[in-house]
């Protein structure tokens, strides 16, 4: 593959340091304002932007194509994941998603019913952090055109400025908490491709983390917060890395990866650690109340499998102390190893 | 066509009646939570949705995915009317646009040239009402999945409760301001696609309307506005009339066509009522100050061919009085007649 020839190629939307490389070069280089009122813009790369009010409030808002293929796999649908990955943006900011714009683009043809579906799981997601749907558009084109349907969801939140949390916040000695099992998302949309997905007990962990931050938040301070998606822990956990300066010290036996997951990333030779999650958070806490948070976060309805999986060192790198007492750097993958995932 | 079988056709997509039918049966049947703290939202089907602060201020927020076909055409191209199409959509509410969210899903192969023009081309369109572009999302798929490329922006603007303007505040005896040709963007489509766009001087209309918002509002009261977009005039005025209960009554003689418009339609049979605008608005305006409105409308860059076309009656229907001194209504189009217009 030739990363940088006239073209654009599928690595260009992987989520990896290619698509990271086009959207300095071609995207942010081109454009002339990227922030409202110094709030968190397009430069910073977070998770969401943030619109400061005239006093001590502040607007999050983020946007997110989803184009998921199959639309409808083993543990959820392109509605769902349409709604989660949008309220989960706004999520890991640190504040409570309110409301949706959703845009729907549908291929000439698509059956209703099916549509209807994917949007009572759009609903369902909502209604489990109390987000209201508020704006929406429709667009049809013709079938030869587009396969099955892409949506399109933008969301806001509104909340206290000192309760924002960036992605670039890891302070030295931080613990880090993930909040449950790697790869399932990425490892269900792959064997569901594969014609394995329903003999296998994979499901995808789809699903809003808004109630595992507000758990969090209740007994201590995030520091800095990503949502594992495109690229999967070894993306988010290198962002958090270089964008704070510091390192990581993980330690695998804490990492949880579901036998399921485990035995499909094998015969498939795809790197779990490289795989979009879809309902999980990497969090660092200051270390006085990393147990009082991890205890808060298991809890929750997805929390339960929540670990402290290492802390924050000096260091530049993500390294790891493996099961077998050796060391590995974990390094940003250079795409997700999973196409239309999300 | 059959609009009520089992499957999705192009008109559900099209801006007129069946969409609506859709809307309503589909989406907002199933979608538990539609407004956030009183606001309007998406059972209102306005331009865009509003969630009110805890003080006299209000967050206006709208989303449009934008498949136009083709991307590059007389006028203007998608990066162009991605801007303008959410930034009006936030303006005739109102408010001035603050801001931009931007998600791209482009098709494996797409030509970097080209992507870097669009991005161009969108933020300068952001730069003539001083709007940023603060999150994204960039998403690559097969070639064969999709032609071309999907933007779906979302935007953001805040603003005072008092200064929101609905599309359903029309009162009796209000003028309707038209502010220019119309028809203009639709038919520089058509007739780009049916091979001789570049050989009229037919031009889309796709810019941003902010500032004549902005003049007309320094001079008195916008009742009711709209940005007569997908289905045209047509479609905007019925629903400004259907929504707030009155009628209308128009002059064909004040409703401006250039020339090349109307050859075009005339040529292909397409009524220039029913098409696309993109740099327009139709507003109600209180009458005692709707000629200053007008004139500082006239005076601002859009805004020089600006008309007062009509009034609001007691009436239900939208009637025009016609140049030949006949009456004509004007129905709700069933769905724009150009496809993939914006």
Not at 18 to 43: A, C, F, P, R
Not at 309 to 323: A, F, N, P, Q, R
Request: proline share 4%; net charge negative.
């Amino acid at each position: 593959m030739n990363y940088n020839d006239d073209k654009i190629n599928m690595t260009h939307g992987a989520g990896g340091e290619v698509m990271q490389d086009m959207i300095s070069n071609v995207i942010l280089s081109n454009i002339t304002k990227t922030s409202v009122n110094g709030g968190i813009g397009l430069e910073q790369l977070d998770d969401s932007a943030t619109i400061p009010l005239y006093d001590d409030h502040v607007v999050v808002t983020t946007i997110d194509s989803h184009t998921v293929q199959p639309l409808f796999f083993p543990g959820g649908d392109i509605g769902r994941i349409s709604a989660a990955g949008t309220l989960n943006d706004i999520s890991v900011m640190g504040v409570k998603p309110l409301s949706l714009n959703n845009a729907m683009v549908i291929s000439e043809g698509f059956n209703k019913a099916d549509f209807e579906k994917i949007i009572k799981s759009m609903d369902e997601t909502c209604q489990e952090v109390g987000a209201a749907i508020i704006t929406g558009d429709t667009k049809v084109i013709d079938k030869d055109k587009l396969d099955g349907m892409i949506i399109t969801t933008a969301g806001i939140g509104i909340g206290k400025k000192e309760n924002i949390v960036s992605d670039a916040g890891l302070n030295e000695g931080d613990k880090i908490i993930l909040t449950g099992s790697i790869g399932d998302h990425g490892m269900a949309i792959m064997s569901q491709r594969e014609g394995f997905g329903y003999e296998t007990d994979l499901l995808s962990d789809v699903a809003p983390v808004w109630s595992m931050v507000e758990a969090a938040q209740s007994k201590g301070k995030i520091t800095a917060m990503k949502d594992p998606t495109r690229g999967g822990i070894a993306n988010a956990l290198n962002e958090m890395s270089d964008k704070s300066g510091f390192g990581l010290y993980l330690d695998e036996d804490k990492i949880p990866i579901k036998p399921a997951v485990h035995a499909v990333s094998e015969m498939l030779g795809i790197d779990p650690y490289e795989v979009a999650n879809e309902g999980k958070i990497v969090m660092g806490v200051e270390p006085d109340n990393a147990e009082a948070m991890l205890e808060a976060i298991k809890n929750t309805k997805y929390g339960a499998n929540a670990q402290i999986i290492g802390e924050v060192t000096k260091d530049k790198y993500v390294l790891m102390e493996t099961s077998f007492g050796g060391e590995r750097i974990i390094e940003p993958p250079i795409a997700d190893p999973v196409p239309r995932v999300c």
